[in-house]
């Protein structure tokens, strides 16, 4: 089991840039395919990026690449979303998730991570 706990989200001006974090506590992180997720109000929640366990592979929503940038670092047991050029679109609340169960595929349904959590609200301004 992992706990997960996201931080760096906030009040930024359309066009700049924020770094999300999610530490991870438990000594199986390292192997855990991670997730990034976000849900808007009235919408559902939607997929971002994911990233294997390694760091090696990354998958990205066609219409978020270039922009975002997934990572991790598992000396740290800590995930990291870099968004840049944000926009009023990209309003959310950003969740990280944990995949344990990793195949040769990167998911994106939000139904293969297991673990998820509390989120952490992107509001961008126009």
């Known amino acids: 089991q992992v706990q997960l706990v996201e931080s760096g989200g906030g009040l930024v001006q359309a066009g700049g840039s924020l770094r999300l974090s999610c530490a991870a506590s438990?000594?199986?992180?390292?192997?855990?395919?991670m997730g990034w997720f976000r849900q808007a109000p009235g919408k559902e929640r939607e997929f971002v990026a994911a990233i294997s366990w390694s760091g090696d592979s990354t998958y990205y929503a066609d219409s978020l690449k270039g922009r975002f940038t997934i990572s991790r670092d598992n000396a740290k047991n800590t995930v990291y979303l870099q968004m840049n050029s944000l926009k009023p679109e990209d309003t959310a609340v950003y969740y990280c998730?944990?995949?344990?169960?990793?195949?040769?595929?990167?998911?994106?349904?939000?139904?293969?991570?297991?673990?998820w959590g509390q989120g952490t609200q992107v509001t961008v301004s126009s």
């Open positions: 998730a944990a995949d344990p169960l990793p195949t040769m595929h990167l998911k994106r349904a939000y139904y293969e991570y297991h673990y």
């Open positions: 438990g000594r199986t992180f390292s192997s855990y395919a």
